[in-house]
């Protein structure tokens, strides 16, 4: 059984960074893809980015060049670095686990495994 485990939320000011740490456990890690998504109140989840077994990296728009996504397999833990961050950044953030495909998607529905999400709140 996979568990994903993140830690690093909090509350920044805008313009400041913060690093989420995902901790995954309970399979061969590196040969999946693994995302992070985030749900504000009241809103769905959405895709912010994710790295495949290969390296590759996938970001969506508002976060490009902001965040950062990286992993290290001998540690079976992935991060998310994220820079100059705007008050609409307020979200839970989620780290996921694809372990269907090697090359992952943008999708929700496709990442079978989740964490229980740590708060990100950016104020004014």
């Known amino acids: 059984q996979v568990q994903l485990v993140e830690s690093g939320g909090g509350l920044v000011q805008a313009g400041g960074s913060l690093r989420l740490s995902c901790a995954a456990s309970?399979?061969?890690?590196?040969?999946?893809?693994m995302g992070w998504f985030r749900q504000a109140p009241g809103k769905d989840r959405d895709f912010v980015a994710s790295i495949n077994w290969n390296g590759s990296t996938r970001y969506a728009d508002s976060v490009k060049g902001r965040f950062t996504i990286s992993r290290d397999n001998a540690k079976n833990a992935v991060y998310l670095r994220m820079n100059s961050l705007k008050p609409e950044d307020t979200a839970v953030y989620y780290c996921a686990l694809d372990s269907t495909r090697v090359i992952g998607t943008t999708r929700v529905g496709d990442f079978d495994h989740w964490g229980q999400g740590t708060q990100v709140t950016v104020s004014t």
């Open positions: 309970g399979r061969t890690f590196s040969r999946y893809s």
